[in-house]
């Protein structure tokens, strides 16, 4: 009984941390520059707002996709890299699978 207990207690620790995550979007080549900047930035501001930081984006550009998705063969990438409780990571993702201007993303825990 004692190993179900210290294992509640190290997820309740784990929760309240924040971690390391890189977050790539790929974006629709149709989405205009400033379109662009709006949606990483509404991206960021959700992270923000949930307390999480971000250190740092990078705009990769326009780049040829490995297959088309949703008839597009381009997208536009962006890195970012932020910290986030692993709640709010399950949050992030829901709200990127609704987005319209965003074709893909991947969100990938950085370390152990």
């Not at 009984?1 to 080549?29: C, F, G, H």
């Not at 705009?59 to 381009?74: D, M, N, S, T, Y």
């Not at 709010?88 to 990127?96: G, S, Y």
């Amino acid at each position: 009984m004692a190993t179900s207990k210290s294992k509640k207690e190290e997820i309740k620790t784990e929760e309240q941390t924040l971690r390391d995550y890189e977050l790539v979007l790929v974006l629709n080549p149709e989405v205009a520059e400033g379109a662009l900047e709006a949606v990483t930035n509404n991206v960021n501001q959700f992270i923000a707002g949930k307390g999480g930081v971000v250190s740092d984006n990078e705009q990769w550009g326009k780049r040829k996709l490995a297959f088309p998705i949703k008839r597009h063969v381009e997208g536009n990438y962006v890195l970012t890299r932020c910290k986030i409780k692993p709640a709010w990571a399950k949050e992030l993702d829901a709200n990127l699978n609704i987005s319209e201007d965003i074709l893909r993303h991947l969100l990938i825990k950085v370390g152990s």
